[in-house]
């Protein structure tokens, strides 16, 4: 009896050590789109509402949000 459940022990590792070996998923197929980091903004410089201006460069290392208004 001792041996019938080494037996499906040692049967249960290597199955699930076959899975592992399978094939990596084809995520192409699956419709996925790899992750592209962020790339950084370009230098740009802007005049704020007294008229100074004001470089994306002053707000290094600070969370900025640029919000542009139309009204055409």
């Known amino acids: 009896m001792m041996r019938r459940f080494a037996a499906a022990g ?3 590792i290597v199955a699930l050590g076959g899975a592992a070996l399978a094939a990596a998923p084809d995520f192409g197929a699956a419709g996925v789109i790899p992750y592209d ?6 230098p740009f410089a802007l005049p704020d ?3 100074k201006t004001v ?3 002053d707000f290094r290392g600070k969370t900025l949000l640029v919000f542009f208004w139309a009204t055409w």
């Open 37 to 42: 980091p962020p790339k950084p903004a370009p």
């Open 49 to 51: 509402l007294e008229g």
């Open 55 to 57: 470089r994306l460069e």
């Open 10 to 12: 040692a049967l249960a």
